[in-house]
């Protein structure tokens, strides 16, 4: 069964869950979905059977604290230190795909901007070849940098009774205005230095769509 099928069972499955089984085994999937060293295929068959032994539990009157522990991260510990790594040609295509389909969209939106904004100004179609690879080097450091912030505020919210959803909210939101003002901090101030070529509306706006494209015909 692979992982998309799995995926979908669970979410299926979790419908028939109790709110207190719920929450806590919400709680177990997320921890574990969130450590991506781990292979994806062999962390969500461990999920559904955990998730199976929960449920036959539970029509026997019992809660995930009779069936896994009043500690949770720790039952959770265990179980990711016996599932394997995965592997390294599996993660680097993930991470090559987020980049592309990042690019992508930046493209689009950036051939449609100038597609508007020509229509009543004057707008400036030349990129800097060294302005362009400072600012895309610092858009994929504030990228990088606001995923795992936002993965560490989720981690360490869970397990635990009392969450501050609206702080955490605010903290997120507060990194990734202070990113995007780096960002905008390189676009302003960075030299241009080198050579400059002419890159039309229309060569960004086709340009972004096939890479798209083959980004979606791929994942197909």
């Known amino acids: 069964m692979n992982t998309k099928i ?12 109790t709110p207190e089984n719920e929450a806590y085994y919400s709680d177990l999937l997320i921890y574990i979905r969130l450590q991506l060293t781990l292979s994806e295929q062999q962390s969500e068959e461990i999920l559904i059977e955990m998730l199976d032994h929960l449920l036959d539990g539970q029509k026997e009157g019992k809660t995930a604290n009779d069936i896994f522990g009043d500690d949770p ?64 080097l610092g858009i994929a450091c504030f990228i990088s940098l606001t995923i795992w912030f936002i993965l560490r505020l989720i981690n360490n919210s869970l397990f635990t009774k009392n969450r501050n959803t609206k702080k955490n909210m605010l903290k997120a939101g507060v990194t990734g205005a202070a990113g995007m003002g780096a960002v905008l901090i390189l676009v302003k101030f960075t030299p241009e230095i080198g050579p400059s070529l002419d890159f039309q509306w229309w060569a960004s706006l086709i340009g972004g769509a096939i890479l798209w494209l083959i980004i979606y015909v791929e994942k197909k």
């Not at 799995?6 to 869950?17: C, D, F, T």
């Not at 090559?96 to 930046?106: E, K, L, M, R, Y």
């Open 6 to 17: 799995l995926i979908e069972e669970n979410n299926r499955k979790r419908e028939l869950l």
């Open 73 to 136: 991260k720790a039952f959770a510990d265990e179980i990711i230190e016996q599932l394997p790594k995965e592997d390294k040609r599996e993660v680097i295509p993930f991470i090559a795909g987020i980049a592309c389909n990042i690019v992508s969209w930046v493209l689009i939106i950036r051939g449609i901007l100038l597609l508007i904004l020509s229509q009543f100004t004057e707008v400036k179609t030349e990129i800097n070849l060294f302005v362009t690879g400072v600012v895309s």
